[in-house]
């Protein structure tokens, strides 16, 4: 239901942006979420945002990445400017999803790889 894309390879002091959009019988998305897991780590919140739109992100991010959406086309974003080697990992969008049966579900991305290279 999620499909997530822009992941890379880019150099330290680089930018990516990534992308997820819902598709299928959602009615809307409430709080959406970008995580990432390094190899040998545990998955970590980077950052998410309200439908409302307010934001929070983890402390090794704030100042480089900005999460926002777009409720219209069901879908959210992560601009990650000054890339560092630290933030390579598989990165993976997160939803809680409204179906339109009303009933209601968390949704991953299955991941896109993001690699910094120094």
């Known amino acids: 239901q999620l499909q997530a894309c822009g992941g890379g390879l880019v150099q330290a002091g680089g930018s990516l942006r990534l992308s997820c959009a819902a598709s299928g019988g959602i009615l809307r998305l409430n709080a959406m979420g970008w995580y990432r897991q390094a190899p040998g780590k545990q998955r970590e919140l980077v950052a998410d945002i309200t439908s409302g739109g307010s934001t929070n992100y983890a402390d090794s991010v704030k100042g480089r990445f900005t999460i926002s959406r777009d409720n219209a086309k069901k879908a959210v974003y992560l601009q990650m400017n000054s890339l560092k080697p630290e933030d390579t990992a598989v990165y993976y969008c997160?939803?809680?999803?409204?179906?339109?049966?009303?009933?209601?579900?968390?949704?991953w991305g299955p991941g896109t790889q993001v690699t910094v290279s120094s």
């Open positions: 997160n939803a809680a999803v409204v179906h339109w049966t009303g009933s209601t579900s968390r949704a």
